[in-house]
């Protein structure tokens, strides 16, 4: 099935409603369905809300209904966090008041086997019955931050991002929220918890996210996969455009038993997997960190044209150890061209080395680091990539503004200038090159220089290793996609 608009997948009302009934939330504040109400409010959602509640008026600040007959229109979506045994009730009155789409909180469903299990059935039947279309059971929630929408039980204050992601862990949404908003100062642009997958599966959520213009790279967290065929046509044709990471955690008997502890799955060997994914063009992570930098690597950067890349750095030992992570990764480094040589001498002093790792030691002009010398370097016809490692520090151009005589009234606003402009400069360098860019450092994004090269579009990693492998990866997703675009052309007659 392929989606001519976004607006035509069953998951769009529960991504971007216009309109929520939430029932489970109260006045008591340690209860989930008021948490998650509160976090709705909390992160600045826009629509209306309609709290269902047999008894109280009124929830948090906003008016409360006995029933959901008595709401005064039909909501787009409605959050169920109630009692197991009243789920199916609530889902039949939802249905019978034209509510089309939930989200299904509640846990005690097949997960847990017997009668959790029956209950289960129960709730697909009411939902084909009235045609509802839900997420869950046992599920965390759904977050959309372009539209301000997080209905999970944290609250995120992060921008809004470009990895889109579907997990049958709730944890791989809500608590990735400060992560990647530490890390690469972003949120999701939607993120799915998927739970028990009764109705709503990861298929269905591909087909979402690689229509959605917000999201530029899709991760998945994956226990098991339940419709493998309608898996394998979604990931094919999706990622011929944009990038999947998929993290596996079921190919080890331990990971066996824990996934079908946790939302029932009956997960596959390891060798199973990974053909699954190769033959469906997803790129495949081995551990959460992995995944994420996978993911705002790839929807940072161009893809590169081929394995070639350069190394800049001015300390000696990140270099060498990019260079062995790169080896590690199946990245070459040759070495710079007579002309890229030539070009770089006013650049260099005597101490530098300009092989690969191209080791400046120390820049003449401490701005060449972010302009001159990775533009001579990302112009060499033997690269296709560049990797750079970033040490610079405010405290660096302080004293540097300080020996120049700048007035010290003055320092704070020029400071603050020089490091803006050069962050843009080095993203306007991988945008006018047409190849990746990637930095990788020690510092965080506390240091101004790496949170401003991040908002302006240039990936930072944590480590060279982590760098290399991210590259490794820009490189593989497009042989995986010159490989599907082979294989879907048609034969010569």
């Known amino acids: 099935m392929t989606m001519s608009t976004i607006s035509e997948s069953p998951l ?4 971007c409603p216009e309109s929520v009934a939430i029932f489970g939330a109260s006045n008591n504040f340690s209860s989930m369905g008021t948490i998650i109400l509160n976090a709705i409010l909390t992160d600045g959602y826009e629509g209306r809300i309609f709290p269902v509640h047999p008894k109280e008026k009124r929830v948090l600040s906003l008016g409360a209904y006995s029933r959901v007959g008595d ?17 199916a009730e609530t889902m039949r009155a939802c249905g019978e ?12 469903f097949s997960e847990v086997g017997g009668e959790g299990t029956a209950r ?22 759904v977050v959309n931050s372009h539209m301000k929408f997080n209905a999970t039980f944290l609250s995120s204050a992060c921008r809004p991002g470009f990895i889109g992601m579907a997990s049958q862990s709730g944890s791989f949404i809500t608590q990735m929220f400060d992560y990647l908003d530490t890390r690469f100062g972003q ?7 998927l739970g028990n997958e009764a109705d709503i599966d990861m298929a269905d959520c591909i087909r979402y996210l690689g229509a959605c213009p917000d999201t530029r790279a899709i991760a998945l967290y994956i226990e098991s996969i339940r419709r493998g065929r309608e898996f394998i046509e979604a990931a094919r044709e999706v990622s011929l455009t944009k990038p999947i990471v ?37 790129l495949r992570a081995r551990s959460v960190e992995e995944m994420f930098d996978f993911c705002y690597a790839l929807g940072c950067c161009p893809l590169p044209e081929g394995k070639r890349a350069l190394i800049q750095t001015h300390s000696g030992g990140p270099g060498a150890a990019a260079a062995d992570a790169c080896g590690r990764s199946g990245i070459e480094l040759p070495a710079l061209s007579s002309a890229t040589l030539e070009r770089l001498g006013p650049y260099v002093p005597r101490t530098a080395s300009v092989k690969n790792p191209v ?13 001159a010398i990775p533009e001579i370097l990302l112009e060499d016809e033997g690269a296709d990539s560049l990797l750079v490692y970033f040490l610079a520090t405010e405290a660096m151009v302080n004293r540097a503004l300080e020996s120049l005589g700048v007035p010290e009234a003055e320092i704070e606003a020029q400071v603050k200038t020089i490091i803006d402009d050069q962050c843009a400069s080095v993203a306007a360098l991988m945008a006018s090159h047409g190849k990746p860019m990637l930095g990788f450092s020690f510092l965080t994004r506390q240091n101004p220089f790496i949170a401003g090269l991040q908002d302006n579009g240039v990936p930072v990693l944590a480590s060279p290793e982590r760098a290399a492998r991210a590259l490794g990866v820009l490189v593989e997703c497009r042989r995986l996609r010159q490989k599907l675009a082979r294989s879907k052309r048609p034969s010569p007659v």
Do not use: M, W
């Not at 289960?120 to 929630?141: H, L, V, W």
């Not at 997997?273 to 190769?278: A, E, I, L, S, T």
């Not at 080791?359 to 302009?371: A, G, I, Q, R, S």
């Open 12 to 15: 769009y009302k529960i991504a």
């Open 71 to 87: 709401l005064p229109e039909v909501p787009d979506l409605a959050i169920i966090v109630l009692p197991t045994k009243i789920v």
């Open 97 to 108: 008041k034209g509510i089309r789409r939930a989200i299904i909180v509640t846990a005690g």
């Open 120 to 141: 289960q059935e129960e709730i697909k039947a009411i939902a084909r019955q009235y045609n509802i279309r839900f997420t869950g059971p046992n599920c965390i929630g």
């Open 187 to 193: 949120g999701f642009s939607t993120g799915f918890s």
């Open 246 to 282: 998929a993290f596996y955690v079921g190919g080890s008997e331990t990971g066996k038993r824990a996934c079908l502890s946790h939302t029932g799955a009956l997960a596959g060997p390891d060798r199973l997997y990974d053909g699954v994914f190769k033959q469906s063009g997803i």
């Open 359 to 371: 080791d400046l030691t120390f820049t003449k002009n401490p701005l060449d680091y972010f302009k």
